[in-house]
């Protein structure tokens, strides 16, 4: 059992999971902002990290890892909540390249705004579990107590999150406006708000993917511009529409890169997801999850 | 006009012009609570344009458009739910990726009234919610006849089905006055027969004003009709006087033309 796991395939098995549930996570929240906004949210890894500064950065002042963790969900959440209202709320009905441009200039002002709040950060964040992998025997299987904490966080997210959306008055709701805000509101559901709490749910969850990202690393404004690349293309290939298709696409990539780093070469690892990309959009160009809506004539 | 009854509605010397074109001319009629009035009219008679004045979406030049007993006037299209008049769309206007139930439940969201606040920190009262609004919606669709199709889309069910689900949706807002915008448009005979059982029944609990050109369909189902033609009003009544109202049959019906 112990060889089997620390076996070449369940190693990159193991590595893939860590990484591609996370790449998941943050697919997730694209679609959840693609849904009910349709806006491409290029800030989102920055807005993340963000949220992440404010509340982690406590840590290296002697707060809890858990208090400061819940601090930067729920500055996550304000900070979605707000952007929604101030930068794009203005931007309905207007052709969909302008939140695009808004929020691409928003992330370059994020980066900013971290790089000279907290200039002279450059201690590692401390992970609240063991980031050392278990061995069997003198074998080293790829999980650590962090990686299963990580694993498990993401699953009850992502359940938790459809539970909100499957069977709740507020996911219906949140669905009904995301199909059509305007039959909506003739419904009587206040369309504004749910688009508000969107965008908060996504930056939480977001954010929620930006401090497990930055655990034990140097707390860095660039700590998310990797991964959120491959999130983006998870979400572009499972659809945008679909939150099913950007779970399963956000695994994939985290499953193709540690094989192709593994099997073939670290350099070109990185370019995974775009292997994905062009593979999942040659299959289906709609995307792998999207439905095809049919239409009485 | 009467004026000892409780109205729905009344509206009031209501004029709409798109530049010199008349559209409505002084137009004035009423609702009554539980009662069922048909708006009818040739086509381009002003039904349309009056059914968008009442519902808000075009404003009047002169005139009002008074809910008395709700004691609201002049509402705007999404605040009509919430004061208590729900409406149908055109057409049919479902919710496409919803299923056939989810579509009738969301017709309850103008009740829940604490909305986000309750939804987000009471997490586990709306499930308890939605459960208990699953039920009621299964309920609903049982009592206009299309419990079977609950589970299905909206795109997959035959459109005199989606038509009774528009009107399930409706009344799930628990209105206490409904509009209904050409509900017999599209319908075969015999569910043109079922729509109108169905209506009937309504007007035990609410008042309904349906905007409808099928006479055959409006005269044997309303307490009233109003009669418009070229944007006035020329005639109102029970079914029986205005079918037999001389300048209603050359207007409507082409008579002595």
């Known amino acids: 059992m112990g060889s089997f796991l620390a076996s070449r395939l369940m190693t990159d098995i193991f590595g893939g999971l860590a990484t591609g549930t996370v790449i998941a996570l943050i697919a997730l929240s694209l679609v959840i902002i693609w849904q009910s906004t349709h806006v491409l949210n290029f800030a989102q890894g920055a807005m993340g990290m963000f949220a992440t500064f404010v509340g982690m950065n406590l840590v290296f002042h002697g707060l809890n890892y858990w208090w400061c963790l819940a601090l930067s969900v729920v500055t996550g959440m304000a900070l979605g909540a707000l952007t929604e209202r101030v930068l794009i709320r203005p931007l309905y009905g207007k052709p969909e390249i302008n939140p695009i441009v808004v929020m691409i200039g928003f992330l370059g002002v994020l980066e900013a705004i971290i790089a000279s709040i907290w200039t002279t950060n450059i201690s590692m964040l401390p992970s609240p579990f063991s980031e050392i992998y278990y061995e069997a025997g003198r074998r080293t299987i790829l999980v650590s107590p962090f990686v299963i904490y990580e694993v498990i966080v993401v699953a009850l997210v992502l359940s938790g999150i459809a539970l909100l959306f499957r069977r709740t008055n507020l996911g219906l709701q949140m669905r009904a406006a995301a199909l059509s805000p305007e039959v909506s509101r003739l419904l009587g559901v206040r369309v504004g708000r749910l688009l508000t709490f969107g965008w908060a749910l996504s930056t939480g969850v977001g954010t929620l993917a930006a401090v497990i990202v930055s655990t034990g690393q140097v707390l860095a404004p660039t700590n998310m511009d990797g991964i959120f690349v491959s999130a983006f293309i998870a979400a572009a290939v499972g659809g945008l529409e679909s939150p099913t298709g950007a779970i399963i696409a956000g695994v994939s990539i985290g499953l193709v890169e540690q094989f192709i780093l593994d099997f073939w070469s670290t350099s070109v690892a990185p370019l995974s997801g775009v292997i994905v990309l062009v593979i999942g959009l040659a299959i289906r160009p709609q995307g792998l999850f999207t439905r095809q809506v049919s239409r009485r004539v | ?257």
């Open chain 2, 1 to 257: 006009m009467a004026t000892d009854r409780a109205l729905s509605l009344s509206v009031e010397d209501v004029s709409v012009h798109f530049g010199g074109l008349y559209a409505l001319t002084n137009v004035s009629f009423d609702v009554a609570v539980n009662e069922i009035v048909g708006l009818i009219g040739p086509n381009g008679a002003g039904k349309t344009t009056a059914f968008n004045v009442i519902c808000g979406f075009l404003r009047p030049q002169t005139g009002v458009v008074r809910f008395p007993v709700l004691g609201r006037e002049n509402l705007r299209p999404h605040q009509l739910a919430r004061a208590g008049v729900a409406r149908t769309l055109q057409g049919v206007g479902l919710f496409d990726r919803l299923s056939v139930l989810e579509n009738v439940m969301a017709g309850a969201q103008s009740r829940s009234g604490g909305g986000l606040g309750v939804g987000l920190f009471g997490l586990p009262a709306s499930a308890r919610g939605e459960r208990e609004l699953r039920q009621e919606a299964a309920a609903m669709l049982e009592r206009v006849g299309a419990r079977q199709y609950a589970g299905a889309l909206p795109g997959a069910i035959p459109y005199g089905i989606a038509k009774k689900v528009a009107v399930a949706r409706a009344l799930m807002a628990r209105p206490a006055l409904l509009l209904l915008d050409e509900p017999a448009s599209g319908l075969d005979e015999r569910e043109l027969g079922e729509f109108a059982d169905l209506i009937s029944t309504l007007g035990e609990s609410m008042s309904v004003l349906l905007v409808e050109h099928n006479m055959d369909f409006v005269m044997p189902l309303v307490h009233r009709v109003v009669v418009l033609d070229f944007g006035e009003v020329i005639a109102a009544g029970t079914p029986h006087d205005v079918s037999h109202n001389e300048t209603v049959l050359a207007a409507y019906l082409g008579v002595g033309e």
